[in-house]
Nanobody, 118 residues
């Protein structure tokens, strides 16, 4: 069994910064890609950023230059540093981790709310 837990969401003013963390634990043999997605009411979940096991990164167009994804392989953790936050960044942020345990599959966290408002 694999657990994925996000943390770090909250309320921040426009222009501010926030860092999200996501830790995977359990019966893990290896972790491949790790990523952050977000969803706002009435919209589909969208990719925010992803990072491969070789640390190749990919960002959604709306966050390029403002957000940075990184990972710590010894801690099975992925981070999302969010700078210059805008109200339109408000969403529930979800972590997805591509894991090989008994089988290889993706696991989702429960989500963490980020609200950007003055």
């Amino acid at each position: 069994q694999v657990q994925v837990v996000e943390s770090g969401g909250g309320l921040v003013q426009p222009g501010g910064s926030l860092t999200l963390s996501c830790a995977a634990s359990g019966s893990i043999f290896s972790i491949y890609a790790m990523g952050w997605y977000r969803r706002t009411p009435g919209k589909q979940r969208e990719l925010v950023a992803s990072i491969t096991s070789g640390s190749t990164t990919n960002y959604g167009d709306s966050v390029k230059g403002r957000f940075t994804i990184s990972r710590n392989n010894t801690k099975n953790t992925v981070y999302l540093q969010m700078n210059s936050l805008k109200p339109e960044d408000s969403a529930v942020y979800y972590c997805n981790v591509d894991v090989r345990s008994s089988v290889r599959r993706g696991y989702w966290g429960q989500g963490t709310q980020v609200t950007v408002s003055s």
